[in-house]
Each structure stands twice: as C-alpha cells, then as structure tokens.
C-alpha cells in the first residue's frame, strides 16, 4: 500500500469522524439556538408535567430561563454584563458605570456582630414635598380585601434610575380597586381546588400542601399565566404598571411607598435580613398612600404588561416588545448582591420571561370599578 493511499485512508477517516459528531450534536440539540436552559425547559416544561417519579426535579422551582444555571447557591455576581457572554443570553448588554452608581447607592454592609443591616439615608433621591391624596372618594361596593385607588393624575417614572424607567411623566387613571395584600398561600388553595389549575412546584414537593406555617404567606412559584388565571377566577385581572405605581406611590412621586427615604424596618426587602416570605401585611408602617401592603418587599408581583418603552424614553433595549412580561415592587430576595441593584423603588422595572417562576415571585388583582 502506498504512502499515498494512506492519506487517502486516513483522510476519509477524519472526515467520517468530524460528520458523525455533527449529528449527534445536532440530534442532541447542540446547533438549536437555544441556551442550555432554553433547551432543557423545551425537553421538560414545566408546565405541561405532572408530578410523579418522572419529573424533572432539576427544572422545579425554576421556570424559564433557568436562572440556576448562573446563580447558583454560591451567588456567583456577575460584573461586568457587557462582556460576560454567560450574562448576555439573559440580561440586555446595555449596561455602563452609571449601573454600578446606582448599585453603589444602595450597599448596605451586613454588621456580622449583629446580624443586622444599617441604614442608608438616601434623601438626595426624588426631593418631592410629601402631600395626600385630597379626591373625594366616590361611593362603591368595594370588597374588604380590596381599596379604592381614585382617579386622578400622578407622576409615573423617574430620570434618576435605569433609563428604562425613564422618562418621569404624568399619567391619569379612572377609579379602580387593588388587592389590599398579596395573593396568599391559603386564597390560592381555594382556586386550585375550585379548579385544578396547576399547584405551585412548592406544593408539589410537600405532597400537595401548603408549606408548614406558610399559609398566609404570598402564594410563589407562580408564572404569569397562573396569576392571570388566578386573577380572571376572582372577577380581577392583573394590575396595569400603571395601576401598580400609582398605587405605591401615590400622587407625589414618592421613591417607597411609604415615603422618600429607604426604611429597612418598613418592608420584606433584602436589607431586613429575613431571607425568606413573610405573612402578607406583616408591616403596618410600611403601607403605600392608599393603605396597600408589602409593594415594597416579599414577593414581586407580576404586572400585565409588556416590557415596553415609556413613550418619549430615548434609550433603545433590544429586550422590549411582546416577549417579556413586567414584575414590580422587589422582594424578600434581589439581586444587590449580582450587581443588579435594590429592586424595592416604586419606580424601579424588571422584565422576566412570563414563564418564570420561583420563591419571590407572587401577584396581587386589580378589579374594575362601575
């Protein structure tokens, strides 16, 4: 045998070899497009199983994105978005300093003799004179677990944040009623038996039941089909973005519901240290002008809308249209520690995928009035 025929041999070989890896990468799904989460979330939505012995365990209490894949219980921060390509398949690359200022305002150093957080004074944001909603309320038929929010103008927005909260505008709304608390463990037990809807992934890992002591705490792990089931069930819907920060800021643009400077005794956030949810309503003083509890903290509440630009925002976000439903008010958990800074402002915006779902998300209705 030849010298040349050797290579000949040995060439079609290696051809053979490179062709067969190809497809099995294809039929595994390596040249599909998608992420790795994307992929297995497609393999096994969560959505679409039931419980048993061949559920995805891995893919419970997550949604998608899978969010694990990334932030994984040693919290891994991700610093720089704009060169991270890990980062990129989830987070928009537009990120720049004024990103780590505004974190920067916000870090508030765990005191590790006490186990607790200190304060910060941020008075230098939104200087806004505080004033009280003075509209004559009409005379309505309104349910006891909800209040009156009345018509009116407020100021929506602000140019002191993330652009894509930006510009600060006026709105007007019509009268409307809002869900005094978050939807709770106990109000979402009623539905799932009243309809067979899914039950929370929680739920499912404790045989079908409410966590132990949890029954009041808000309902999670919901997405945003669920919560807008839940709400069409009870004669609601799902509050506008609108509807929402009008409701925890009132009419004076207020940065937290209760007022201008950050309280980490006057809501479920981060900063309080409690690391998990808390029964709904847990602090009277933290209450938004119309006596709304916990839109600060908890649970962040999915919101109706699409992740779509304010009209007159000059900050184009590959991000917005009809693919990202809006979540509002922060939670017990944010991301401050992956450089995302505090999520508690009442202005502040977080897109998600409407499948998401996971331990500090939750909801809250909105009912028209007539």
């Known amino acids: 045998m030849t010298t040349k025929t050797i290579k000949y041999i040995y060439r079609y070989i290696l051809l053979y070899v490179l062709y067969f890896s190809l497809a099995i990468i294809f039929i595994f799904g390596g040249f599909n497009g998608y992420t790795a989460a994307e992929d297995s979330h497609n393999r096994y939505p969560v959505d679409s199983v039931l419980a048993g012995d061949d559920y995805p365990v891995e893919y419970l209490e997550s949604g998608e994105p899978n969010c694990a894949v990334c932030h994984t219980k040693d919290r891994r921060p991700a610093i720089d978005y704009t060169s991270d390509p890990e980062c990129l398949q989830c987070h928009s690359a537009d990120y720049s300093q004024r990103f780590l200022d505004i974190d920067a305002r916000y870090k508030v150093p765990l005191d590790e003799a006490t186990k607790t957080y200190r304060q910060h004074n941020i008075d230098y944001l939104a200087q806004v004179k505080q004033t009280s909603d003075t509209k004559t309320k009409k005379e309505y038929n309104i349910p006891k677990e909800m209040v009156l929010v009345p018509a009116g103008e407020f100021i929506m927005g602000t140019n002191d944040w993330w652009p894509k909260s930006a510009p600060e505008h006026k709105r007007t709304l019509p009268d409307f009623l809002i869900d005094k608390y978050e939807v709770s463990n106990t109000e979402y037990m009623k539905f799932f038996k009243a309809t067979d809807h899914k039950m929370p992934d929680h739920w499912m890992k404790n045989a079908g039941k409410i966590p132990s002591n949890k029954e ?146 939750g909801f809250r209705c909105v009912k028209d009035v007539k």
């Open 216 to 361: 009041n705490h808000p309902v999670t792990y919901i997405n945003w089909f669920s919560a807008k089931t839940y709400c069409e069930w009870k004669d609601k819907r799902l509050p506008t973005e609108a509807e929402w920060e009008k409701t925890a800021r009132g009419t004076n643009g207020r940065v937290f519901p209760w007022g201008n400077k950050f309280d980490m005794n006057k809501g479920n956030t981060p900063q309080y240290g409690k690391e998990d949810t808390m029964a709904v309503g847990s602090f009277e003083n933290g209450k938004s002008p119309y006596g709304v509890y916990d839109m600060a903290g908890n649970v962040f509440e999915w919101i109706d809308d699409w992740y779509l630009a304010y009209p007159g925002n000059k900050h184009p976000d590959p991000n917005e249209g009809e693919r990202y439903r809006i979540v509002r008010g922060g939670s017990w958990y944010d991301c401050t520690y992956y450089k995302c800074g505090i999520s508690a402002p009442t202005y502040n915006r977080i897109f998600f995928n409407p499948y998401t779902k996971n331990n500090n998300f």
